[in-house]
């Protein structure tokens, strides 16, 4: 009957850890690798979204050193996609 009164600081304790995951993830991105994945965002935003979690992963585990180059994230994008083919089938009448 009564609203949950934890979804508000549910729903500013999610923002917060958006924002410092979004923080951390520009810093260990060259401007131009930055750029691509702005861009890619626009088409595939599930990608980026893993891609940003994977990035968020290494720099906080300590496997980032410096920031990525945009040779690096296309390789990396490269690995994700090439991890995730798909497959198509197609029954038809002839």
Same mark, same amino acid.
């Given at each position: ?17 958006? +924002?410092?995951?979004?923080? #951390?993830? =520009? ?5 131009? +690798? ?8 626009? #088409?595939?935003? +599930?990608?980026? !979204?893993?891609? !940003?979690? *994977?990035?968020?992963?290494? +720099?906080?585990?300590? =496997?980032?050193?410096?920031? *990525?180059?945009?040779?690096? *994230? !296309? ?9 995730? !083919?798909?497959?198509? =089938?197609? =029954?038809?009448?002839?």
């Amino acid at each position: 009957m009564y609203p949950n009164m934890n979804n508000s600081s549910d729903d500013e304790r999610k923002k917060e850890e958006e +924002a410092i995951k979004e923080s #951390v993830v =520009r810093r260990y991105l060259s401007p131009r +690798a930055r750029e691509r994945l702005n861009n890619l965002a626009l #088409v595939n935003p +599930a990608l980026v !979204k893993q891609v !940003k979690d *994977l990035i968020y992963n290494l +720099a906080i585990s300590g =496997r980032l050193s410096e920031p *990525l180059t945009d040779s690096q *994230l !296309k390789e990396l994008l490269y690995r994700i996609q090439s991890g995730r !083919k798909r497959e198509y =089938r197609f =029954r038809g009448l002839w």
